[in-house]
């Protein structure tokens, strides 16, 4: 997964291996990965985090190896992560995007995210972020 990381993204947007194995390891994660051919084409992790509104399943990261892009495979890891979410009671996904990551940007308002607001220096000095984020059905659904 580090590996994969480090392809997509340029520092200082990709995780250190210790960091990765953190975030992949907490308690409150969840990670989806897709393989072909025991080839890891991509994977995203997810955590289950309280806000005020309450749980919510934010989106770490999200990563497909180049040779795989628009194929599918960012909208079935984004399927699975929102059937975990919304299975252990979140009422929406969230996550961050560099203002600058139109590509990403792109995949996420065509998969039904809406954006919110812009936060400022969230990658670091002069590197904001868009926060984007999509509510779930009713768990009642
Ligand atoms: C963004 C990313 C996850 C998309 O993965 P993917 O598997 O290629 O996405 P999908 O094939 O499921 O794309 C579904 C739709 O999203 C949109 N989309 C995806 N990539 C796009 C791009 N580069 N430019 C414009 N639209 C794009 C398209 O509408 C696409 O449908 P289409 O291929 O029929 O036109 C992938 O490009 C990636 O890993 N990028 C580097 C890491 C990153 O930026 N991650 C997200 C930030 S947290």
Redesign the pocket.
């Known amino acids: 997964m580090h590996a994969l990381d480090v392809v ?2 340029d520092p200082p947007f990709r995780f250190s291996r210790s960091a990765m194995r953190r975030f992949a390891e907490a308690k409150r994660a969840r990670v989806v990965l897709a393989e072909e051919e025991q080839i890891l084409a ?1 994977f995203v992790i997810l955590h289950r985090e309280e806000s005020a509104q309450g749980p919510v399943g934010y ?1 770490v ?6 040779e ?11 399927r699975e992560a929102e059937r975990l979410a919304h299975k252990e009671g979140c009422l929406a996904l969230a ?4 203002t600058e ?4 940007a ?3 308002a ?2 039904g995210f809406l954006r919110a607001h812009r936060e400022e220096g969230f990658y670091g000095a002069s590197r904001d972020a868009w926060v984007f984020y999509k509510p779930l059905r009713d768990s009642g659904d």
């Open positions: 997509c993204f991509g989106v990261t999200l990563d497909v190896a180049p795989f892009r628009r194929r599918g495979v960012a909208t079935q890891l984004m996550l961050h995007v560099f990551n139109h590509a990403a792109r995949f996420y065509q998969d």
